[in-house]
């Protein structure tokens, strides 16, 4: 694949309007949560609190690794918000978890993971981790995914699922290319990451490296 060159405008440009959209994303995913504060849950309310509580931690996570000071307004406002949405989560941690059980065998996780993973099938079975109440764990062909229900997290292989892992980042071949600039991307159930909009006019899908295997850039 080419080398990106030295005038990656529209990489700025793109990072730039992506953390003002996600930090507004962010805040919106929150107060629909606080909507929930003082209603008793349903077994319909544990599928949208889990699916809202992924994305809000999602769009989090790439406003934060933009880090624009021209955001701190929006960032102010969010910080609240996630402070009530924390409290809601942590002090009626047990009534989520006890309903989470009887949601169609935890298709509500399942559901709050298509927000972070493309392709993914319909049915995952998913067991609560023996260190923590709220935590779970899913494996599907080669792939461990996990979701804390209290904070929103999910991690894929032990990575967030809209970054590319350190093993893609740090690699010889992505700095040559692509240089220090990371990329919002989505997990495909194929094992490769896949860039979510297009960079200078191209759609990248990246293969982590193995024992067996470079990294491997495909361009489209």
Known sequence: INTVSEDNNDIT????HLAQLCAKQAIYYLIALCCYAD?????????????????ANKVHAIVMRIDRKD????MDTKAKLSAIVENMMTLRVDNIVSLIGYVGNFSCLTNSLKHCVDDLPDHLNWTALHNSSYC?????LSTVYNINVVSGS????????NLLPASIL???????TFESHSFEVSFC???FYRTTRCIMGKIYKFTPPSTTRQLIIKEF
């Open 136 to 140: 779970y764990e899913a494996r599907h």
């Open 189 to 191: 159930v194929e094992g």
């Open 154 to 161: 999910v991690l894929i292989n032990g990575s967030p699922p």
């Open 71 to 74: 955001l701190r307004t929006l």
């Open 13 to 16: 440009v793109n990072s730039d």
């Open 170 to 176: 740090q690699h010889p071949m992505y700095l040559r």
């Open 39 to 55: 209603v008793e849950f349903s077994s319909e309310d544990i599928t949208k609190i889990c699916e809202l509580r992924v994305q």
